[in-house]
């Protein structure tokens, strides 16, 4: 139905008479925006480890250029750093690199076969060569799936440390507002952003012992592949603990550093801060397995919304 409504719109802001008024503009920026991505796109696909074909695909196939274009062309025409004409030549080039796209894309295949028989056999040779080696050093096997659970690992850390993040900044943010409404409770501005800092840590929590424990995984897989026995010996199991215990402790310690800089503006004082430390410390420990289930339902809750299967 919005996408519907999307393109209805989009129909709407095109301007016929502009079109006639500048045609060369939109004609030379459509060909330059389609071949651009064509090329761009389809060698980043190519450098990635992908054949030709599927290079030629994916360039063709991103040909077009998006709405955010038409946000930068407002945003231009609002700051008065661009003319008027801008935001109908953006909208007009977005709609027919968007018509055209489907076209583009049924001739991937036709052109990437007249491209094959065109090549210089040499430099076919080359291209595949290429292939061969970014496909030889690529993981195998064990390499592979170590691999995969360490991006997976990654990944999940990056997704609790932005939510963290972004609850931290929202916090900074509505600081003013939120004083405002404390103001008749709590007249004391340090005060009060020890109050906001410090339900930011709670509401945090869940998504900080989620990081701290996937961080703690990681590191366990980092301790097994880096500590074999034959080189630590009889002291391999304490070698590996302690990696798999000081590397959780530095990234949590790394993760309040930052986001200490990140509310910078509504940090209270060094005795409220440890005061609020301590305490979110012991109401991890008490509710640890509780914060633990809050959080997989959550997830749960996201992978059904996203039509994904729960992880057991």
Not at 197 to 217: D, H, N, V
Not at 225 to 230: A, D, I, L, Q, R
Not at 284 to 290: F, I, P, Q, T, Y
Request: aromatic letters at 10%; hydrophobic letters at 60%.
């Amino acid at each position: 139905m919005f996408s519907a409504i999307f393109f209805v719109a989009i129909g709407l802001m095109i301007d016929p008479k502009i079109l006639l008024d500048y045609a060369w503009p939109i004609a030379v920026i459509t060909v330059a925006a389609v071949l651009g991505k064509m090329i761009s796109c389809g060698l980043g696909a190519f450098i990635a480890g992908n054949d030709g074909k599927t290079s030629l695909r994916v360039g063709m196939g991103l040909s077009q250029i998006g709405e955010f274009s038409f946000i930068i062309a407002a945003l231009g025409m609002t700051l008065q750093v661009t003319s008027d004409f801008l935001y109908p030549v953006a909208v007009a080039v977005s709609a027919i690199t968007t018509l055209l796209t489907p076209y583009l894309i049924r001739a991937a295949d036709p052109l990437s076969h007249t491209l094959g028989a065109i090549v210089p056999a040499r430099m076919a040779r080359v291209f595949g060569m290429y292939g061969e080696w970014l496909r030889s050093i690529q993981p195998q096997g064990q390499g592979a799936v170590l691999a995969a659970m360490i991006r997976k690992i990654l990944l999940q850390v990056g997704i609790n440390l932005a939510l963290v993040i972004a609850i931290f900044f929202t916090g900074a943010f509505f600081a003013e507002r939120i004083g405002v409404y404390f103001s008749d409770w709590v007249s004391d501005l340090g005060q009060q952003k020890a109050w906001i800092w410090g339900a930011s840590l709670l509401l945090s929590l869940p998504f900080l012992i989620a990081a701290y424990r996937k961080l703690k995984a990681l590191s366990m897989l980092l301790a097994e592949m880096s500590v074999k026995p034959e080189m630590a010996g009889r002291h391999t199991a304490r070698v590996r603990r302690v990696i798999a215990e000081v590397i959780p402790l530095l990234s949590l310690l790394v993760i309040f550093l930052l986001i200490a800089l990140l509310s910078s503006s509504m940090l209270p004082t060094r005795e409220w801060l440890m005061l609020i430390v301590v305490v979110a410390a012991v109401v991890a420990a008490v509710l640890w397995r509780w914060f633990i289930r809050v959080h997989t339902r959550m997830q749960i809750a996201l992978l059904e919304t996203l039509g994904n299967h729960p992880e057991p």
